[in-house]
């Protein structure tokens, strides 16, 4: 683990931080005028280690920083908070020094963004336990895809455009075939929007599998696995050769792995034996999935610079 200092006066201006992969939505805006939510775990840091970035920007949970100071300014532009087009809102309290970026505006992942040529990493202790996929996977920490009110996370739709382009980029060009349930309700409707139907251009479909901790690969072998990815270490559940991986966040992967819709129940005492009954339905999204396209097409032309799929 470590803190960040100011590189000026060696100030803290963090609590202990654990490295996690960078997001791969990180910096995409969300629709408009939406609230959203913090886009780091508390005690987590990510950098854009990308080879296409020049900034190696590092960014943080807003309440993991500590020891500096808000510039209270106006924001033009700006809707309902900050978006941090003018520069670094962020000192010191040390020195005065500009240290990082607060992001709070609607539409925007709230984070803070700490300029890297003015702060330094410094050692914090161990690092933290990685969590086993037994721990990661237990039905209670699955993540809901939308909340109460039907409307979709922006995370999981920030996320849902990260596992489509690894579907498409393993496709390559071919149409993909779903298993019933929760991955197909999740994934059919947007595949037919990106990949052709039934057989194209000769080539078979390629079939898609949900696997995972405690829920191993059919068979014979699927074409591609949709597979949990560790929050901590980025590392997705390993597949056998031949099978591509199409990660998705643990949580999310977890939800649609244990996800079994209408729960019937057997009813004792004034039914007669033998009556079921229907549970309270499980809640519903009132519209499809909006995928964040921008991290979608970031990330296919990231795998296919990586020699994933050509087409």
């Known amino acids: 683990m470590e803190f960040f200092a100011c590189g000026r006066c060696g100030h803290a201006l963090t609590v202990p931080l654990s490295r996690v992969p960078y997001p791969a939505y990180a910096g995409f805006g969300y629709g408009n005028g939406h609230p959203m939510p913090v886009l780091m775990d508390s005690g987590t ?32 532009g700006a809707c309902c908070g900050i978006d941090g087009r003018n520069g670094p809102n962020v000192t010191c309290a040390g020195c005065g020094r500009k240290v990082a970026t607060r992001i709070d505006d609607c539409s925007l992942w709230q984070a803070t963004w700490l300029e890297p040529d003015a702060v330094r990493p410094v050692p914090a202790g161990p690092a933290r336990p990685v969590a086993d996929w037994a721990a990661l996977t237990q039905w209670w920490c699955a ?15 920030a996320e ?14 071919s149409p993909v075939v779903l298993p ?6 999740a994934f059919h409707a947007l595949l037919d929007q990106l990949l052709p139907p039934g057989r194209a251009a000769g080539r078979p479909p390629r079939r898609v599998a949900l696997a995972g901790p405690g829920l191993p690969l059919p068979g014979p072998l699927p074409d591609i696995a949709v597979v949990p990815r560790h929050p901590q270490t980025g590392e997705t559940w390993p597949v056998p050769a031949g099978v591509a991986a199409a990660p998705l966040a643990v949580g999310f992967w977890t939800y649609l792995a244990h996800h079994r819709g209408r729960v019937v129940t ?10 079921e009954r ?10 499809g999935p909006r995928p964040l396209w921008r991290a979608y097409h970031a990330t ?12």
């Not at 993540?143 to 739709?157: I, K, N, Q, V």
């Open 160 to 173: 849902s455009a990260v596992v489509l382009a690894h579907l498409v980029a393993a496709a390559d060009g």
């Open 266 to 275: 057997p009813v004792t005492g004034r039914l007669p034996a033998g009556v």
């Open 45 to 76: 840091y990510a950098v854009d280690d990308h080879p296409r970035s020049a900034s190696r920007s590092i960014v943080i949970a807003p309440g993991d920083a500590h020891g500096t100071t808000l510039v209270q300014r106006r924001e033009p």
């Open 180 to 185: 019933g349930g929760p991955l197909a309700e």
């Open 278 to 287: 229907d549970d309270l339905l499980p809640p519903h999204s009132w519209c």
């Open 143 to 157: 993540a809901e895809p939308f909340d109460e009110t039907g409307r979709w996370d922006p995370r999981w739709e």
């Open 300 to 311: 296919l032309e990231r795998l296919r610079g990586a020699g994933v799929g050509s087409s």
